[in-house]
């Protein structure tokens, strides 16, 4: 079983409300409660760098087409290479549904 570093009740609690969400409209309603355009906006641009990565795209074409830094790039390839591979899960996932 994977063990988080940010693991505590109120994470937990945050976790377990996030899962029960059920439609596109619920998430959009709470993470516009929960979180600022920014911080949406960051995640949104990490997840779809991730999927370029996979997709076999180079740093470069990445950032030319959605404009975020090479650290970000980096930050998200070390994530897929190294990480708890959360970004594989939900790709994955991704590739079973199309």
Same mark, same amino acid.
């Given at each position: 079983m994977y063990q988080?570093?940010?693991?505590?009740?109120?994470?937990?609690?945050?976790f377990k409300a996030i899962?029960?969400?059920k439609t596109e409209e619920e998430c959009? /309603? +709470?993470f516009d409660d929960l979180c600022t355009f920014s911080e949406i906006e960051?995640?949104?641009? /990490? +997840?779809e760098v991730a999927s370029l990565l996979a997709d076999g795209k180079t740093?470069?074409?990445i950032s030319q087409k959605i404009g975020?830094?090479?650290?970000?790039?980096t930050r998200v390839n070390k994530c897929l290479c190294y990480g708890a591979d959360g970004y594989?899960?939900?790709l994955e996932?991704?590739?079973?549904?199309?």
């Open positions: 988080s570093k940010m693991k505590s009740e109120e994470t937990d609690h945050l899962l029960s969400l959009y /309603r +709470f960051a995640m949104s641009q /990490r +997840f740093f470069t074409q975020v830094s090479s650290t970000t790039i594989k899960l939900l996932r991704e590739k079973e549904e199309k």
